[in-house]
């Protein structure tokens, strides 16, 4: 018998589709029973939607003006070299 | 986007690539930086993941031209990313040391009774969207703050699989983790964000 506690620790894998055919039944058996890890599982598969709509992180854009500043600096650098050597 | 017109968009930046054309380079850069951070900063500190992927993009100047879009622009740059941190861990003699024996984050494992029932159920409430939510600027700041508490390899994979939406298998390749360890490290960042969700809107406190 799956134990809301075992449910936890499966709770991602049985989100992401990542269960076995037994495994995913005992689990909708007990969800079907058990209020709170329905709230659990809403919840993390909301936690996840959060995660994903929250930016991917930016940048400090200092960085991003570093490497512009590097990568022009090798286009200009491998663009005479080329011209050289034609 | 549909796929198809991200692809045409992908194979139209690609070949400015190849031609060196800075513009291309501008976009393809504030395009796929953050992910190639999020890659490096599994392997590196804060500091060093920043000059990896300086670095990893002087050198895709000249790696463009041997390009030949398999795997895609971004996971080929993942890869360019995870080679060099590598290599760069080598030199230092650095490990990476992970646990992947709990798959429970410690503060949730409390939460049962010793049958494995709820003892403190989950008391979050979801009437905004996801995308609704963000717009909070405080729950906004807070998430930033506990991703940056996380640890670098479970903030990575949760980068690379939810933001960045990689398949498993890429994360996999990338992370150089198995795929139950990532099943670990992706469940327990989960964790983490619903734990810092629920005391958030509890309290109203970080
Ligand atoms: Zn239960």
Redesign the pocket.
């Known amino acids: 018998m ?3 506690r075992d ?2 620790g499966i709770a991602s894998d049985y989100i992401d589709g990542e269960l076995g055919t037994t495994q995913k039944l005992s689990v909708k058996m ?2 079907m ?6 709230s ?1 599982i809403g919840n993390l598969r909301a936690s996840t939607d959060l995660m994903r709509a929250h930016s991917s992180g930016k940048p400090d854009p200092e960085l991003i003006r570093r490497i512009d500043e590097r990568v022009a600096e090798a286009l200009q650098t491998r663009d005479s070299h080329d011209s050289k050597n034609e | 986007m549909k796929t198809a017109e991200l692809e045409g968009h992908e194979e139209a930046l690609i070949t400015g690539l190849q031609a060196g054309n800075e513009a291309d380079f501008q976009q393809a850069v504030r395009l796929y930086t953050p992910g190639m951070l999020a890659v490096a900063r599994f392997y590196l500190d804060h500091a060093n993941a920043e000059e990896v992927v300086q670095d990893c993009w002087v050198s895709v100047i000249g790696a463009i031209q041997k390009f030949e879009g398999r795997s895609g622009l971004k996971t080929w740059l993942h890869r360019i990313v995870a080679n060099r941190c590598k290599n760069k861990l080598r030199s230092n003699k650095k490990e990476v040391a992970t646990d992947f024996s709990a798959t429970l984050d410690p503060e949730l494992a409390d939460r049962f009774n010793a049958s494995g ?2 003892a403190v159920p989950p008391k979050l409430q979801f009437h905004d969207s996801a995308d609704a939510l963000m717009e909070n600027d405080a729950l906004s700041d807070c998430l930033d703050k506990h991703l940056s508490f996380l640890p670098e390899t479970q903030r990575s994979a949760l980068m690379l699989y939810e933001a960045h939406q990689h398949k498993s298998e890429d994360v996999c390749n990338i992370l150089d983790v198995s795929t139950s360890n990532l099943r670990v490290l992706l469940h327990r960042a989960r964790q983490r964000i619903f734990l810092m969700v629920e005391t958030f809107q509890e309290t109203g406190e970080c």
């Open positions: 799956l134990m809301c449910l936890a007990h969800l029973m058990c209020k709170d890890c329905r659990f | 029932r709820w």
